[in-house]
């Protein structure tokens, strides 16, 4: 079993920047996060791959803006939203799966969300 302890979310205005953190216990490998907005379908952000020797890899839509990081010595990762918009306004969800890559059907365990607000 995997706890998730995310923090970190809050509300910022656009081009401003935030961290999130996501504390895991328990054996983890893949770790990312997706986000969902309001009347939207959860969706993937960023994850690291283990199988790739910690690889990252991002959605298209904040490549370059956002960079995840992990540090495997607390078992947390963390994810630096950086040139944010009013469209990152979500719930932002720590995830982890022991396959690759990260999607919302291969997701074995979720954080319970974080909100990160983006006003114009």
């Known amino acids: 079993q995997v706890q998730l302890v995310e923090s970190g979310g809050g509300m910022v205005q656009a081009g401003g920047s935030l961290r999130l953190s996501c504390a895991a216990s328990?054996?983890?490998?893949?770790m990312g996060w997706f986000r969902q907005a309001p009347g939207k379908e959860r969706e993937f952000v960023a994850a690291y791959d283990w199988s790739g020797g910690y690889s990252a890899y991002y959605a298209s839509s904040v490549k370059g803006r956002f960079t995840i990081s992990r540090d495997n010595a607390k078992n947390t990762v963390y994810l630096q939203l950086n040139s944010l918009k009013p469209e990152d306004t979500a719930v932002y969800y720590c995830a982890v799966s022991a396959r690759t890559p990260m999607d919302v059907m291969s997701v074995d365990y979720w954080g319970q969300g974080t909100q990160v607000t983006v006003s114009s």
């Open positions: 328990g054996r983890t490998l893949n």
